[in-house]
């Protein structure tokens, strides 16, 4: 089968082929640095893992571009509220969100574009829009005309028919009510302070939108593959992105849409301004790994809104715990006998599964379905020792391969990369059980267990995990 994705632009399914064989170029919507980034960003930055790491999976070489949006409205006012240089208040969070990035497991994109780096080809899209008589200005204030771009509205559905000429908007964010003619770059006023460049276009600053039109363009190329985001970006963000970009170019920007549904807290988004959101630090804080976040992110289908709850996250450490208790101790089983072929099938049949639900759209839900069924059918044969040697490595290596795509067994680490002082305090408890000092070798077990180390005797010697 055929790799296929929902296309958010002609709002069908279609079968996915990148514009240069073998190569995928990608663009997501990166976080606005302004605070720590919450769990609903992450789910919409997990969305784009599971992409991206699925379509490596399948071969493709993949560049991914996510961008820092460090100037707006939104930084420039919270910067001036502690009274720090933005440049300098801006740093703290891209500082963090790359800490939270690893932490949950995100491979790294290709680039991380900021903003305030890339004022120049911001400045040149402008004045190309300003050419191709698709912008004007007012008072240093440059706006989107989007009466000139009969596509505009193509992409979130809308009929722009009945809108007044002449309405414009200066303020970046804004609903479908209030579509209109659009900043592309802001003239500087006092409530902008220190914030401002002097350009061919006078002092000013970039509206959000043509930030990722003049990032994407220039690191993928004016015509790219995927471009991604949360639902709330599809109006009116990517519709700006594309009128922008276009009107720019002359060329089409974006093959394939895709756009995650929000993470929600009773029954509402959660988003900073309502104030009803977990950052992962947070979540760290409650005592739960960043790995089982993970897994709750990632385990709903991303065009599915999913709850957040802790009901839902202490199932996925459940989850994750099945999941990584089967390959530690499929690694310590000797091997049995013949199966007759049923462990090659279950093998066979895990492969076929998986991968036929991820090309349905990154059908998350059916491919994990598949690899719990695996981990049962396995584990059944192992406890009646019907596993041979080569086929428990056969095993392994399959489950090793989906985790390429999931991730889950970071921070569950094997014993070869326990750092030195654990490896010390194991040794000293195994010196302390031999010369039966029990009551030491207990202290040393908590002490171990207070650093989320698990230990377990077994006839073979002791045996360690994380705990999830
Ligand atoms: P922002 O920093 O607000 O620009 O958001 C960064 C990314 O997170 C965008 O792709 C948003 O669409 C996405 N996002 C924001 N809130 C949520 C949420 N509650 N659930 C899923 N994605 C979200
Ligand atoms: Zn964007």
Request: with cysteine; glycine share 8%; aromatic share 12%.
């Amino acid at each position: 089968m055929a790799l296929r994705f929902r296309n958010s632009l002609t709002r069908r399914e279609e079968e996915f082929t990148p514009i240069e064989a073998g190569k995928v170029r990608m663009y997501t919507c990166g976080p606005t640095v302004y605070g720590y980034a919450h769990i609903g960003n992450f789910r919409a930055y997990i969305f784009e893992d599971l992409l991206r790491r699925y379509l490596k999976y399948k071969g493709y070489e993949v560049t991914q571009v996510m961008n820092l949006t460090d100037v707006d409205d939104k930084t420039i006012k919270s910067s001036q509220a502690e009274k720090i240089p933005l440049k300098e208040y801006s740093a703290r969070y891209v500082q963090a969100f790359y800490e939270d990035i690893d932490a949950l497991g995100i491979e790294r994109a290709e680039h991380y574009p900021a903003a305030t780096d890339h004022i120049p080809e911001m400045v040149e899209m402008v004045k190309k829009l300003v050419d191709n008589g698709h912008a004007y200005e007012i008072n240093g204030n440059y706006y989107f005309k989007i009466s000139s771009f009969p596509d505009y509205g193509k992409l979130a559905n809308l009929d722009i028919a009945g809108l007044k000429p002449g309405a414009r908007i200066a303020s970046d964010e804004y609903e479908k009510e209030s579509v209109s003619d659009f900043a592309l770059w802001k003239a500087w006023d006092e409530s902008d302070g220190d914030v401002f460049w002097e350009t061919e276009l006078g002092k000013g600053r970039p509206g959000w939108h043509i930030e990722c039109s003049a990032m994407s363009t220039k690191l993928l190329g004016n015509h790219f593959d995927i471009h991604t985001g949360g639902v709330d970006n599809m109006f009116p963000h990517h519709e700006n992105e594309i009128a922008q970009a276009q009107g720019a170019t002359g060329e089409k920007f974006v093959n394939f849409w895709m756009h995650c549904e929000h993470l929600i807290v009773d029954g509402r988004k959660m988003s900073k301004s309502l104030g009803n959101f977990y950052t992962p630090r947070d979540i760290v804080d409650k005592g739960y790994p960043p790995v089982a976040m993970r897994y709750l992110l990632i385990s709903t289908h991303y065009r599915q809104q999913l709850n957040f709850t802790f009901k839902g996250l202490d199932a996925a450490r459940s989850a994750l715990e099945r999941y990584n208790d089967f390959i530690s101790n499929l690694e310590d089983f000797p091997g049995g006998e013949d199966s007759g072929g049923q462990a090659t099938e279950a093998i066979a049949k895990a492969e076929k599964g998986f991968e036929e639900a991820l090309d349905a759209d990154l059908n998350i839900s059916e491919a994990l379905g598949a690899v719990f069924d695996f981990i049962r059918e396995i584990n059944r044969l192992k406890a009646d020792n019907k596993l041979l040697a080569t086929e428990k490595d056969a095993a392994l290596k399959v489950i090793r391969k989906f985790d390429t795509v999931l991730n889950f067994t970071y921070g569950a680490a094997a014993s070869s990369d326990i750092d030195a002082e654990v490896e010390a305090l194991i040794a000293k408890r195994t010196e302390a059980r031999k010369s039966k000092d029990f009551a030491l070798a207990d202290q040393i077990r908590d002490e171990l267990l207070a650093k989320g180390i698990v230990l377990e005797d077994t006839p073979q010697g002791v045996k360690w995990k994380r705990k999830i």
